[in-house]
């Protein structure tokens, strides 16, 4: 929503201003989740957007690219996107929005980042989001932003989960012919984009009656609005993850 009213206060043109807003996210699902926010709730605005992720075709994003106004991206394809399309251009960017920014780094993104962000123009405004702050966060902050603000949701509350939340520790069995009833999925890191594009959007569709069954690929920032039950086969061993 801040974006677009950024970019709408300021009558941010669709085929001459450029590129006006990044967003940055950790993972291609939640860059994709993101997208899919970002077109409903600009659906009446005449801004253009953009999804550049790993694993879809790069030739057709530079196409596009050259009159796209908001980009929705990870850092790994934005940053390939700067070195090698001579189209591409963030001069005129007003807004940077990073989200899940611990997470970002702790995905080994640093380098990626802090190259990113010497192709950006210093006079704009920068976002950072996360559930954790850490000192990498931290030292990004001051490398990204002039006379940064530390915003908390929760700066007053004396735990970092809800007090709702209930927390318990089961043992199971595993039933080598167990048939459930229900509609089964997975999501991993290493399956095929389109494939993991397709799982994440036929399970957030599910009304009733579905497991998924992932890796840490789905435990920064998704969300899924129906799910019931969250469980895990190991604790975290980082709080910070526990808390995502």
């Known amino acids: 929503l801040q974006v677009l009213e950024c970019l709408w206060r300021q009558r941010w043109s669709r085929t001459v201003d450029g590129v006006g807003a990044l967003i940055i996210s950790p993972?291609?699902?939640l860059a994709f989740q993101t997208f899919q926010v970002l077109n409903k709730i600009g659906a009446h605005h005449q801004l253009s957007a953009a999804l550049l992720i790993g694993g879809t075709d790069v030739e057709f994003e530079s196409k596009r690219i050259g009159s796209v106004n908001i980009v929705v991206c990870t850092p790994g394809r934005l940053l390939q996107h700067m070195d090698e399309n001579s189209t591409f251009s963030c001069e005129q960017l007003q807004i940077?929005?990073?989200d899940e920014a611990d997470r970002i780094l702790d995905l080994g993104f640093?380098?990626?980042m802090n190259a990113i962000l010497e192709n950006l123009p210093r006079n704009r405004q920068t976002l950072l989001f996360s559930a954790t702050q850490t000192k990498n966060v931290k030292d990004l902050v001051r490398?990204?932003?002039?006379?940064?603000?530390?915003?908390s949701a929760h700066e007053n509350a004396p735990q970092a989960t809800p007090e709702s939340l209930l927390q318990a520790r089961f043992l199971t069995e595993?039933?080598?012919?167990?048939?459930?009833?229900?509609?089964?999925?997975?999501?991993?890191?290493?399956?095929n984009q389109m494939k993991r594009l397709e799982v994440f959007k036929k399970f957030n569709n599910?009304?009733?009656?579905?497991?998924?069954?992932?890796?840490?690929?789905a435990s920064r920032g998704l969300d899924f609005a129906r799910v019931d039950l969250v469980l895990q086969l190991d604790c975290p061993v980082d709080v910070d993850d526990y808390i995502h």
């Not at 595993?174 to 290493?190: K, N, Q, V, Y």
């Not at 599910?206 to 690929?217: H, N, W």
């Open 27 to 29: 993972t291609r699902e």
């Open 96 to 98: 940077l929005v990073i």
């Open 110 to 112: 640093s380098r990626q």
């Open 143 to 151: 490398l990204a932003l002039q006379d940064p603000l530390y915003i």
């Open 174 to 191: 595993a039933f080598c012919h167990l048939r459930p009833g229900l509609s089964l999925m997975g999501l991993w890191g290493t399956m």
């Open 206 to 217: 599910k009304t009733f009656g579905a497991a998924m069954i992932a890796t840490d690929v």
